[in-house]
């Protein structure tokens, strides 16, 4: 009932404002009529607008504002386009036909965007406008992970994106161990080039030679730095300092020794294994083991067993950045306990 009431004075609202404009702009007696007609005309359209817009889903009515907005910006060009044209008409001609083109474009531009946007609303044409293409991903490999070789199986896998950029300083560092007098140094120079030569082959794998070098920069880690902050790139690694200086400069690190130790298989104090007892350890009695994946195991007073295989109880695990350590003593030492 208040609504009735409400909308009822809203239109006898719209009717004297109708009587008063067509009192004050109209000439003769016929003109307040016309201005009320005209004003409760308004009101009842106003009512009618009301109540479908309550019907209509939230999505509708966005999708309708939107297409609204899209047809008044195409009646605007179009208007100005036809402006020669129109100008040559006689003027009140002239005044219908902008009048029905802008309700033309408007019309249509907002039943197509009811009927057909599911998906189109205003924010969606926002975001669009807004979304600006991803900026390209670089990953700067250093020597020691080129070297290292695991950077092409963990690329084959697709596991890392983006384009992996080699610095020519980075290059020349291999082509100088390459050239070692050192037999070590050289083949691992020459692994490091077949390494990289390997990725380049590889269609999936998306490898760029960079140019940008810093002549005022000596050292090779401080210029893959400076290179990681002028791209906006990732620094891929296993050289535990220079994960150190990155992480200094504020600089994304990818650590694949972080990566191995997080793949590794998760062991708790108290499970049992079986290794092999390879050498002595530094502290006394102390014998030193290792598993499939490189993981060091320390046996408390297994030096009496290098040489063999036995069963050993975890006691506890130490995690660093370099690696992990597993402490471990002879499982009938621990079943005695």
């Known amino acids: 009932m208040n609504e009735l009431a409400v909308r009822a004075v809203y239109v006898i609202l719209c009717g004297a404002v109708g009587l008063a404009s067509g009192a004050l702009m109209g000439r003769g007696e016929a003109a307040p009529w016309q201005g009320i007609v005209l004003g409760l005309g308004f009101g009842g359209a106003s009512l009618l607008l009301e109540v479908g817009l309550r019907r209509a889903a939230p999505r509708a009515i966005v999708s309708g504002l939107t297409g609204f907005l899209l047809g008044l910006v195409v009646a605007l060009l179009l208007l100005a386009a036809l402006g020669g044209p129109l100008a040559a008409l006689p003027l009140p001609i002239a005044s219908s036909v902008q009048v029905l083109l802008v309700l033309l474009c408007v019309y249509v531009g907002a039943s197509l965007a009811v009927e057909k946007g599911q998906g189109v609303h205003l924010l969606t044409v926002l975001r ?36 992996l950029v080699i610095p020519q300083f980075v290059l020349r560092e291999l082509q100088h ?70 992480e200094l400069h504020g600089v994304s690190v990818l650590n694949i020794n972080e990566l191995t130790n997080a793949l590794k298989p998760v062991v708790l104090p108290g499970e049992d294994m079986r290794v092999y007892v390879l050498k002595e350890g530094k502290e006394y009695n102390q014998g030193i083991a290792y598993l499939d994946d490189g993981t060091m195991v320390v046996i408390d007073n297994g030096r009496r067993h290098i040489g063999q295989t036995i069963d050993v109880c975890v006691t506890s695990v130490l995690q660093t950045t370099a690696g992990r350590m597993i402490f471990s003593r002879l499982k009938e030492e621990a079943e005695a306990a």
């Not at 120079?189 to 005022?216: S, T, W």
Request: with cysteine; hydrophobic share 40%; net charge negative.
């Open 128 to 163: 669009a406008l807004k979304e600006q293409p991803p900026a390209e991903s670089y990953k700067i490999l250093d020597t020691s992970v080129i070297i290292d070789g695991r950077i092409a199986d963990i690329c084959e896998t697709g596991f890392i994106e983006g384009t």
């Open 177 to 246: 161990i390459a050239d070692s007098s050192d037999p070590l140094k050289r083949n691992r120079g020459r692994r490091g080039l077949d390494i990289l030569q390997k990725m380049q082959k590889d269609a999936e794998v998306q490898v760029k030679i960079h140019d940008m070098d810093f002549p005022e920069i000596r050292e090779v880690d401080a210029k893959i730095v400076a290179l990681a902050k002028a791209l906006g790139a990732k620094v891929v690694t296993n050289d535990f300092n220079l994960n150190k200086v990155c």
